[in-house]
């Protein structure tokens, strides 16, 4: 093929799909909302699995670069109740099965590893239409248009290029994951640090949880999770950093100062992040010329395997290309056969997740979970 690749969407999945392509020596383009890549912050530590991130990073020939940015004993794992007890404690044991990262470190390799010109920053896509032969016509927010050979879009859970395949939306799941930092944690706050540990800290009970990551120059970061309707996160005005701050903590009351201070003490605005998920079966028919990868296909409840689906999907759909270059739609139905059996499963397992940590047996729920053992406690 001589035509570039079109590539809606710079977060991991599409640049790793652009480096794979870029290797294989097949041109594409990246139209990204975002200003610059220096336009936000990338969120937090992510553990990249062997089974899935790793090869991506293998086929996009990244792998040592991976390595220099992993947090060492960033893998450690503890859960607790919401006395602070410690029921779960489980060192990082370095053997390198889910090394964790920063996503801004691991967004940056891959930036760095795509030729200049590859990505057109600010170009945000306000629509796209079919042409009827497997052509696409997008049209930005300026007003420019593009038309497009294969058009792939990796624009995350609210995708302007899903309509083109698929009429299903993402949903609220019912849960709300509000995130805080805390900075120099060692020195300003020594009993949180502690019981957080070297990584990551799952303080569970029915309905609620406090979850929080140690990162990289005494950061935590922490993830407060909350079964709650819509309309609750609505009455919060989070630009109000004490009150909605007072609010979410009240959730928390009788829980452990320990813990409690991962929200009290937080030293950024809280980030309410409502969680919404597409169908669990969500698959589509083929349609020439466009496919999706990462949540544009198949959004779920956070469950650690967001960002490694991603950037497997954009390694895998590169490698299928590549494979059928002069034929694309053999490549393109190869990929999503395989994309939608994948994905429905981790969706499963997504839910399942989630159940354990919020659900009525929390948190042995999840103790029993990480250990494979059979449930003890009622």
């Known amino acids: 093929m001589t035509a570039s690749v079109t590539i809606i969407g710079a977060g991991l999945g599409g640049l790793t799909l652009a480096r794979v392509l870029y290797l294989h020596g097949i041109p594409a383009t990246i139209y990204e909302s975002e200003p610059s890549a220096e336009a936000r912050t990338q969120g937090g530590q992510l553990d990249i699995h062997e089974n899935n991130g790793q090869l991506a990073l293998a086929a996009a020939g990244l ?21 602070g007890t410690v029921l779960l404690d489980e060192p990082d044991d370095g053997t390198g099965g889910r090394p964790e990262v920063l ?3 691991l967004r940056r390799i891959l930036l760095d590893s795509l030729p200049d010109g590859t990505i057109e920053w600010g170009r ?5 239409v079919s042409l009827d032969d497997g052509r696409h016509e997008l049209t930005f927010d300026d007003g420019a248009t593009v038309i497009t050979g294969l058009l792939v879009g990796a624009d995350g859970a609210w995708s302007k290029i899903r309509p083109l395949l698929s009429g299903s939306k993402p949903e ?5 994951f509000i995130e805080t930092y805390l900075h120099d944690v060692d020195e ?8 957080v540990g070297d990584g990551a800290m799952y303080a569970l009970a029915p309905g609620k949880g406090i979850t929080a990551h140690r990162e990289a120059g005494g950061v935590i970061h922490t993830y407060v999770q909350l079964n709650r309707p819509a309309e609750w996160i609505a009455d919060i005005d989070f630009t109000e950093a004490a009150t909605s701050i007072a609010r ?7 829980w452990a100062p320990e813990l409690t201070a991962l929200i009290l003490a937080g030293e950024t605005a809280p980030i309410s992040r409502p969680i919404y998920a597409l169908p669990n079966d969500h698959e589509w028919d083929r349609v ?8 544009a296909a198949h959004l779920m409840a956070p469950s650690g395997e967001g960002a490694n689906l991603a950037m497997f999907d954009g390694a895998e759909l590169g490698k299928a290309i590549a494979t059928h270059p002069d034929n694309l739609e053999v490549a393109l139905a190869g990929y999503e056969s395989e994309m939608f059996s ?14 354990l940590c919020l659900g009525d047996r929390a948190p042995y729920s999840l103790v029993d979970f990480f250990t494979a053992a059979e449930p003890a406690h009622s």
């Open 63 to 83: 792998t040592d670069q991976f390595r220099a940015i992993i947090h060492e004993g960033g893998a450690a794992s503890r859960i607790l109740d919401q006395r």
């Open 103 to 105: 996503r801004g470190d």
């Open 124 to 128: 945000k896509v306000s629509s796209a």
């Open 172 to 176: 609220y799941v019912g849960t709300v």
């Open 188 to 195: 300003r706050h020594p009993a949180t640090a502690d019981i």
């Open 248 to 254: 979410v903590a009240a959730e928390f009351d009788g």
């Open 288 to 295: 020439p010329g466009v496919t999706l990868l990462g949540d």
């Open 342 to 355: 994948r994905s429905q499963s981790e969706a499963a397992d997504a839910d399942l997740v989630l159940g």
